[in-house]
Nanobody
Framework: QVQLVESGGGLVQTGGSLRLSCAWS????????IGWIRQVPGKEREGVAS????????VYADSVKGRFIISRDSTANTVYLQMNDVKPEDAAVYYCVAEYGPLSRWNLENPAEYDYWGQGTRVTVSS
C-alpha cells in the first residue's frame, strides 16, 4: 500500500521561503516519480513539480520555475519542495503525488492522472 504524508505547510510572507516534505512508503518498484500538485478552491489542480526516483530528472510548472526546487532523499524516502520567493498566488493546498513509470511534462499537465495522493498540506501567503 502506497502512502504519502506531507508536512511543512503553514503561513509564509510574500517573498519568504517554505519547505514542504513528503514521506512516502510502499512504492515497490524503482521506476516511479513523485511530485507536487496544488489546488485552490474553485480552481483546477495545477501540477507544480515532479522528480524521478532513479534519474533525478525534474519538471516544473512555468509558474514556479526558478523559485521552487524539488529534491529527494532516497535513503529517507522523502521528497522536498523548497519554495522560495513565495507569491500570493502560491497559496493553495499542496498534495504529494506519485505514479509508476517515466516522468514527463505530460504528468504535470494532467495532475488528475496521478495514482497516489497524500492528504495535502495548506500553504497560506501573507502580504
Amino acid at each position: 500500500q502506497v502512502q504519502l504524508v506531507e508536512s511543512g505547510g503553514g503561513l509564509v510572507q510574500t517573498g519568504g521561503s517554505l519547505r514542504l516534505s513528503c514521506a512516502w512508503s510502499g512504492l515497490a518498484f524503482e521506476d516511479y516519480h513523485i511530485g507536487w500538485i496544488r489546488q485552490v478552491p474553485g480552481k483546477e489542480r495545477e501540477g507544480v513539480a515532479s522528480i524521478h526516483s532513479q534519474k533525478g530528472d525534474t519538471v516544473y510548472a512555468d509558474s514556479v520555475k526558478g523559485r521552487f526546487i524539488i529534491s529527494r532523499d532516497s535513503t529517507a524516502n522523502t521528497v522536498y519542495l523548497q519554495m522560495n520567493d513565495v507569491k500570493p498566488e502560491d497559496a493553495a493546498v499542496y498534495y504529494c503525488v506519485a505514479e509508476y513509470g517515466p516522468l514527463s511534462r505530460w504528468n504535470l499537465e494532467n495532475p488528475a492522472e496521478y495514482d497516489y495522493w497524500g492528504q495535502g498540506t495548506r500553504v497560506t501567503v501573507s502580504s
